[in-house]
């Protein structure tokens, strides 16, 4: 049994930053969330061009505020019972340093730079440098880099991003020294170790996003990188070799980063992963269970036992890392580009008018109010139209690639679709399609993974949609015909950081036993209607035909 005491679990996601205050026998204590103000503004983006970009300060300064605002809601003098740390986020999603490990936007001739800045996950500027990595490993006569990561390179990757950065700012690509993942950034911050040749580099952004795999030790050849583009030779020798599982601590944290958070100076810092894998432990994932995050995108993530899985590369899906999420079973990643982001899409679609209703002047701030108010209501009111919708009735099928494909068969040029359209099609139509389409885009990552021979007996959903959306988890199991567990905690990327946090503190022996003891249980589960999934697997079988005819026109529009 652990000792009395508290772990903190940080969850840097796509809009904010949560901190997550966890008994290290279990419970979660006390929470807090803070946006980032940069990002929130929607500064160094632009959606048109797939270019999303953060400055390292947003994650400092929400940081700061989350930590303090969790710790704040515990009693007096419990800070000093803090024992550890661990931290997640979004993935991939790297940045250019320089020789002190210091992101080049926090320094001043770099600061409104986004080529200086952390390359979001869902940034695809570099679609095209991703396929020339793949054609690149199909020409290699060496080992095929991309086969533990599904067989295909993706443009919301390491080196795709990387390359096409160094390619188009000149000054970035004499600046950049080395490059840091977000997930490894923020761990060496905290622990004063952000020597980017000496910092604990995390084995689940090595290994799936990164090509970094023990059988050809390490990274990538340096041959092959320098053949991909002269501007990527020699950067191999200033990345890594070794990485970590993330139940091993980083160091203690520092005292400039103990002040500002308010915690005991030394206390562990776990190495650092990606939120869909600290938040499938958060989630309680073992072996033949599918863990969904739903949120923004989804990740869906599998664990196998190694003697069962042997040598087998699974085709198409996102990467298969050993103790990329539990330690001593290989990790498996798959998902959707987008997913709630397709709701957003559409919500904001029928919000376009009112963004040019201008306010009269007298009661300027009541209008603005207004207006915050009904775009608010759109998607609760749409919910619950196409809920009341019989599921043929809308005469629609839609392609979910609004943001591209990311399993199965990563191809970031596909775009969505919807057919069938009529002059009696309403808004509520549409979006119970856009629903479908996203489960059906579930279903099809079940099935690869079920042909490809790894059992799913159980599905687990956590993330905000899991937690806010029954219309969607109802549709998404008739789709899948599978009931769906919802994990209960609201914050299971943060519980699953902490978790890992524990561990790197050695108050378990290993990560299952901190899994189990702090383990946030079950809210409820959305059981299948055997008639609604009967007819739904007729529509997934159309799904799949319009997308098979439809995605070489879907490339090039």
């Known amino acids: ?109 770099f600061a409104d730079n986004p080529n200086a800045m952390f390359v979001l996950w869902k940034d695809h500027t570099a679609v095209e440098e991703a396929a020339e990595i793949n054609r690149a490993t199909a020409a290699w006569s060496g080992p095929d880099f991309t086969a ?86 020699g950067l191999r020798e200033r990345l890594y070799t070794e990485t970590f599982t993330s139940d091993v601590s980083a160091g203690g944290l520092c005292p400039e ?24 432990v958060g989630g309680g994932i073992k072996p033949a269970t599918l863990t969904k995050i739903m949120g923004t995108s989804t990740c869906d993530m ?40 397709v709701y957003a899409w559409f919500v904001d679609l029928l919000f376009w008018p009112l963004r040019f209703v201008q306010p009269s002047g007298s009661g300027e701030d009541e209008e603005l109010k207004l207006k915050q108010e009904i775009k608010d209501t759109i998607l609760e009111n749409l919910t619950r139209a196409a809920e009341e919708l019989d599921m043929e009735n809308t005469g629609l099928l839609a392609l979910d690639w609004l943001n591209g494909r990311r399993t199965p068969d990563a191809d970031q040029r596909l775009k969505g679709a919807l057919i069938g359209l009529t002059l009696g099609t309403t808004a509520p139509m549409i979006f119970r399609a856009l629903v479908e389409a996203t489960a059906f885009g ?13 059992a799913i007996d159980e599905v687990v959903a956590l993330g905000g949609i899991a937690q806010k959306s029954g219309f969607v988890m109802q549709v998404s199991a008739d789709v899948l015909n599978m009931p769906i567990k919802v994990a209960k905690s609201k914050e299971t990327c943060a519980l699953g950081a902490a978790m890992f946090g524990a561990a790197a503190a050695g108050l378990y022996p290993t990560l299952p036993q901190a899994q189990e003891a702090m383990s946030g249980g079950f809210v409820g589960t959305y059981n299948p209607d055997p008639e609604r999934a009967a007819r739904y697997n007729t529509l997934y079988g159309w799904y799949l035909e319009l997308g098979a005819g439809l995605e070489d026109q879907l490339r090039i529009l």
């Open 302 to 341: 599998m664990v196998a036992i190694p003697g069962v899985i042997g040598e087998k590369q699974v085709a198409g899906i996102c990467g298969q890392v050993e103790g990329s999420i539990i330690p001593g079973m290989i990790g498996l990643e798959a998902g959707q580009s987008g997913f709630g982001d």
């Open 1 to 109: 049994m652990a000792k009395k005491g508290y772990i903190i679990g940080c969850d840097f996601g796509t809009d904010s930053v949560r901190a997550v205050v966890v008994g290290t026998g279990g419970g979660e204590k006390a929470s807090a969330v803070a946006p980032y103000p940069r990002w929130s503004r929607g500064l160094y983006c632009d959606a048109g061009s797939n270019r999303f970009r953060q400055h390292p300060l947003d994650y400092t300064e929400s940081l700061v505020n989350a930590v303090r605002g969790a710790l704040s809601e515990l009693p007096a003098g419990a800070a000093k019972q803090v024992a550890g740390i661990g931290i997640d986020t979004t993935g991939s999603t790297p940045c250019p340093v320089d020789e002190a490990g210091t992101p080049l936007a926090l320094l001043p001739e």
């Open 148 to 233: 533990y990561e599904g067989g295909i390179y993706s443009s919301e990757w390491f080196w795709a991003k990387i390359l096409h950065i160094l390619r188009r700012d000149e000054a970035v690509r004499r600046a950049a020294f080395s490059w840091v993942e977000h997930c490894d950034w923020m761990p060496a911050l905290l622990t004063g170790c952000t020597d980017p040749l000496t910092l604990k580099r995390s084995r689940c952004a090595a290994g799936h996003k990164a090509m970094w795999h023990a059988a050809w030790g390490g990274l990538p050849d340096e041959e092959f990188l320098a053949d991909l583009d002269p501007l990527l030779a």
């Open 257 to 280: 980063w103990a002040e500002k958070l308010g915690l005991p100076e030394g206390i562990a810092v776990a190495v650092g992963a990606f939120d869909a894998h600290m938040g499938a």
């Open 442 to 454: 579930s279903r099809a990552i079940v099935d690869r993974f079920r042909r490809e021979g790894v």
